[in-house]
């Protein structure tokens, strides 16, 4: 619920990850995010993941394309959805949950079984994917104002900067003036 009342990506990664993985007792969670509506999807933030696993999923990937495909929650069954260099045991990516923004997909969120090795339950599942709804209207919130905050500061960058060329034009006029 308090989700969409953030202003930075970080807590949306901790929303997707970090929480889950620690209330829910999960063995792993990584979020995979791509800036651009189409390439890579990077990994951004993890837990149960090292830097020897997979830092991005290639779009063309069976997971990314069925992900993209289905527009919901993937329970991955077989192996070959998923990268070589993954976590095993009971970190072994076991869901995957896709963010999308208008039917688009944003990032995919992988979860592993929980530390005892059982599989997240269906209100487990619908849980993650609350989150995942909420966190892109979240993500939409944070680069609007972004990009407001962007704007802002141009503008005020543009002020200061015509405020010294009116100073500057004065000055030549103040120097073009004397005899």
């Known amino acids: 619920a308090a989700l969409p009342l953030t202003n ?22 990584a979020v995979f995010y791509r800036q651009a509506a189409t390439g890579p999807l990077r990994r951004l933030m993890s837990e149960g993941w090292t830097l020897d696993h997979a830092a991005s999923l290639d779009p063309d990937c069976l997971l990314v394309r069925s992900l993209q ?32 923004s208008h039917r688009v997909l944003r990032a995919i969120v992988l979860y592993g079984s929980h530390h005892n090795s059982t599989l997240p339950d269906p209100d487990e599942v619908a849980l ?29 960058r543009i002020g200061q900067l015509e405020a010294s060329l009116a100073e500057l034009r004065a000055r030549v006029r103040a120097r073009s003036a004397l005899p």
């Open 128 to 156: 993650l994917h609350r989150i995942a709804t909420a966190a892109e209207a979240s993500h939409q919130q944070v680069r609007i104002a972004t990009l407001t905050r962007e704007a802002e500061e141009k503008q005020a």
């Open 69 to 100: 495909a289905e527009h919901a929650p993937l329970r991955i069954e077989r192996r070959d959805l998923l990268p070589d260099d993954i976590p095993q045991g009971a970190a072994l990516p076991v869901l995957a949950m896709p963010v999308e």
């Open 8 to 29: 930075h990506f970080r807590a949306i990664g901790a929303a997707l990850v970090t929480e889950p993985a620690r209330e829910l007792e999960l063995a792993s969670a």
